[in-house]
């Protein structure tokens, strides 16, 4: 299942939820070697974190990256250029 919005498959791929409906204080802070943005934000409900991290806005990549759970969409990090951390 979702722990602190980090769900592990089998195959060691992070999946987290990067629907942009689930983040706030989103700024934009650079692009990936393949062009992707790469943003700042916190999720709006600290189920999912506290902290300020990393990422990607779901809508924004390739749809084989994307996996959506019936809420909201999730990236595969291990598809995509990006690295998903926490900031702080």
Do not use: H, W
């Not at 650079?30 to 943003?39: A, D």
């Not at 709006?44 to 779901?58: A, C, E, L, N, P």
């Amino acid at each position: 299942g979702i722990i602190g919005g980090v769900e592990q498959m089998a195959t060691g791929a992070i999946m987290m939820g990067s629907d942009r409906k689930l983040k706030k204080n989103i700024k934009l802070i650079g692009k990936s070697p393949s062009g992707l943005n790469i943003y700042l934000f916190k999720y709006i409900d600290k189920i999912f974190g506290s902290g300020i991290y990393q990422g990607v806005m779901s809508d924004e990549i390739p749809s084989y990256a994307v996996i959506n759970n019936g809420d909201y969409d999730m990236v595969d990090y291990s598809k995509i250029d990006v690295e998903f951390k926490e900031i702080k």
